[in-house]
C-alpha cells in the first residue's frame, strides 16, 4: 500500500530533505546526482533536498553491509536484506498521521557496482522512501534489473537506462501520494 507523509511535513516545507551517510568509496559520487535524477523524473511539486542534519532530516540514506539496524522513538529495529543485489531497505516509520520519517539503507559492496547501478539503486529506494510501495514493470522503479556492463532494463525491449526514468504509472502514484 502506498503511504504518505505526514501532512505537516507534506504542506508546510515543500520539500523532503535527505541526510547523505553515502559518501563512502564507490558510493561517494552518488548522493547529488541522485537527488537531481528523482527531482527531475518526480514532476512533483515537493523537492528533495540536501540536509546536513542526519536526526532533522526526514530521509536518512546510509550504507549496510545488509545486517543492520535502526532505532526511531526509542524502538530499535533490525534491518536485514541480501547487500549483494541491485536493491536497498528502505524503512518508513508512522505514529499514525502518515510518514514522519524514513531510513534508507543501500548495499555496501552490491556484486553490480558501477555507478549507474548505484544511481539506480538509491533512486529506487527514495521512491519507496517517498511512500510507494509496490514496484512498478518499467522504468527505475522494477523489481528485478537486467544489468549488463553498467545497463539496466526492466524487460527485453524496454529502454535502458541511464539516463534514469521513471515509468508513468510511477509518476502518476507519487504525484497521487503529494497532491
Ligand atoms: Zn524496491
Redesign the pocket.
Known sequence: MDKSWDKSVMKDAGKLTVYNGISVGKWSTVFGRTLESFNKNSKLTIKLVPSKDKDAANIEILLSSGSSSYTYDGTTYPVVFDATLA??K?KTFDRGDGIEKAAVFLPSEPKENHVNVLRFIAV??L??ACGLDE?NNDGV???APNIKNGQIWAAQGSKKMPPLFFAPKTVMRLQELWK
Open positions: 536493491h536497498g528502505t529506487h529506494e521512491i519507496h514496484h522503479f522494477i523489481t
